[in-house]
C-alpha cells in the first residue's frame, strides 16, 4: 500500500486525488516565484548571481527560466500518472503508422 492510497479507493479516484496534488504542489511552487520572489527582489539584490543582482536577474530570466522547468516537470509527472492509470494518449508511431 503506499502513501497515497486509501483502502477502497478506485484507480480513477487515486488517479484524480494525485493529479490535483500535483496540480497544487505546481500551483504553490509557481506562486512562489511569481509572488515571493518579487516581494523579496530588494533583499535578494544583495546576492548576485551570473554578475546580475539575484532580484533583478529572477525579474528578468530566473523566473521564466523556473516557469519553463516547472511546465517540463508538470507534464512528465501527469505524462506518467496517466501511464500509471492507463489512460494516457498513445505515442505518434505506437499504432506502426508512419508518418504521410
Do not use: C, H
Request: proline share 5%; aromatic share 12%; hydrophobic share 50%.
Amino acid at each position: 500500500m503506499t502513501l497515497d492510497a486509501k483502502q477502497g479507493d478506485t484507480p480513477q479516484a487515486r488517479r484524480w486525488r494525485r493529479t490535483v496534488g500535483l496540480a497544487i504542489a505546481t500551483i504553490a511552487i509557481l506562486a512562489v516565484f511569481a509572488v515571493v520572489v518579487p516581494l523579496f527582489a530588494g533583499q535578494l539584490n544583495g546576492t548576485r548571481f551570473a554578475g546580475f543582482p539575484l532580484g533583478y536577474y529572477m525579474a528578468a530570466q530566473g523566473s521564466l527560466v523556473a516557469f519553463l522547468l516547472l511546465t517540463v516537470w508538470f507534464i512528465r509527472r501527469q505524462e506518467r500518472l496517466d501511464r500509471e492509470a492507463g489512460v494516457a494518449e498513445p505515442e505518434p508511431f505506437d499504432s506502426g503508422e508512419e508518418l504521410r
